[in-house]
């Protein structure tokens, strides 16, 4: 797969938690760093993404906010 997106970290799916329509989806970066994500049953199911699989974890935000204390 190509594509124009710069920030992909490659993981490992932890866990998949399903929704009613939404799923969780659990990746773990390395160091014991997890991202999450909510996408679609839909796409979780077309795309086979399992516990123990190997994604690539691809952000694409507009703004990041950083808080402190």
């Avoid at 993981?11 to 009613?20: I, L, M, N, R, S």
Wanted: hydrophobic residues 40%.
């Amino acid at each position: 797969m190509r594509i124009s997106a710069r920030n992909q970290i490659k993981g490992t799916v932890v866990e998949v938690k399903k929704g009613a329509t939404t799923s969780h989806v659990r990746v773990d970066i390395g160091s014991g760093v997890i991202v999450t994500s909510s996408i679609t049953n839909e796409a979780v199911d077309e795309l086979g993404i399992k516990a123990k699989g190997h994604v690539t974890v691809v952000v694409k935000a507009s703004d990041v906010m950083i808080g402190v204390d």
